[in-house]
């Protein structure tokens, strides 16, 4: 039980925490504010992941590949975002935007990992 507390603190630490880097990336609406709607996402999807990491036996190995299909459309959303705002803004914060999209992967790296560890079937009781 405290495990799955400090970590679902720690998710809504690091989902605090880049919602608030994109907000700053994004600069008063003169910087790269493709990232704000996702940078908002993650206080929720911080928690979720590491809730997730400490309680394997609720979810299935399905339910953490169908947060990673999730993953997939939102980077794929974000991307297209940073293509129709014009990848120059991107570039002007380049290596804060990198740190950023960093941070941003960190709760899909813990689906996968939650994915990867999960037992197939639910073992019979």
Known sequence: MFLKIALVVLGL?????????SLVLGGIGEGWTAAWPFGLMSMALFPLA?????NRKKWARAGSLFMLVVALGLDLALYAATISQGVRFFQRELAAGWAWIGLWSVWQIAFLATA??????RPSE
């Open 116 to 121: 990867c560890r999960a037992p197939a079937r």
């Open 13 to 21: 630490g690091l989902g605090a925490l880049c919602a608030i880097a």
């Open 50 to 54: 590491f809730c997730n990491l400490a």
